[in-house]
């Protein structure tokens, strides 16, 4: 069965340093991937997308997630965190236009 | 450029009593739309799914409905609201590109039933 799993509940990291949200899914046709961030008390909003062709995507915000495909893995990555990144992220997989499956999420937290 | 407008932001509803959360969108025409539900330190539960106008897909069995009056407006019910109703609910939208149906969300209610 198709699915998607955020393996960290809540991760803790400075400001400042750097940051990697782990994303597995199990599908088993080539994956359409996405990473949203929400805000406390917000809605979703799209940090970036994998369909095809290279790897290492880029996205809003300086973050960038990098798809491979022999690990069935979409780690998020940002290179120096800021406070303004606490929030909560997830991590989804589109099927088909009725079918996104979502991670539990990961929340991150921003140590001063 | 689109935008999606979600109200009433917060609600409070004793046990029993009726829902109409409303949804619109701007700027898009024909779009495919929504509901979600998210538990407290829960991910997103997909409730409803709508392609067109009069068009609803119903992914979980529950209280609630859904309905779509007009293109860009999506509607979430309930006759008499329960407890376990309570949760953050979020409409989304997305167009068709092929495969690529990326969606983008509304900035929630928050219903809580007492």
């Known amino acids: 069965a198709q699915s998607v799993t955020q393996p960290d509940i809540h991760i803790t990291v400075s400001e400042g340093a750097s940051l990697e949200l782990r994303c597995n899914y199990s599908?088993?046709?080539?994956?359409?991937l996405f990473w949203y961030v929400q805000s406390p008390g917000q809605g979703l909003q799209l940090l970036l997308k994998?369909?095809?062709?290279?790897?290492l995507v880029q996205g809003i915000k300086g973050f960038e997630a990098e798809f491979k495909r022999s690990q069935s893995s979409f780690n998020l990555r940002k290179p120096s965190v800021h406070w303004s990144d606490a929030a909560e992220y997830f991590c989804?997989?589109?099927?088909?236009?009725?079918?996104?499956?979502f991670g539990s999420g990961t929340r991150l937290s921003i140590r001063p | 450029s689109q935008t999606i407008h979600q109200w009433p932001a917060t609600l409070v509803q004793p046990v029993g009593s009726p829902l109409s959360l409303e949804c619109t969108v701007e700027?898009?025409?024909?779009?495919?739309l929504y509901w979600y539900r998210q538990a407290a330190g829960r991910g997103l539960q997909l409730l409803f799914y709508?392609?067109?106008?009069?068009?609803i897909s119903s992914e979980v069995p529950q209280n609630l409905s859904a309905s779509r009056p007009q293109d860009r407006q999506f509607i979430l019910s309930s006759k008499k609201l329960l407890l376990s109703d309570s949760g953050f609910y979020l409409c989304?939208?997305?167009?068709?590109?092929?495969?690529?149906?990326?969606?983008?969300f509304g900035p929630g209610t928050r219903l809580t039933v007492t």
């Open positions: 989304a939208w997305s167009v068709d590109r092929g495969r690529f149906y990326e969606q983008y």
């Open positions: 599908y088993g046709a080539t994956p359409y």
């Open positions: 994998y369909f095809s062709g290279d790897t």
């Open positions: 989804a997989v589109v099927l088909s236009a009725s079918k996104i499956i």
């Open positions: 700027g898009t025409s024909n779009p495919n």
């Open positions: 709508s392609v067109g106008i009069g068009q």
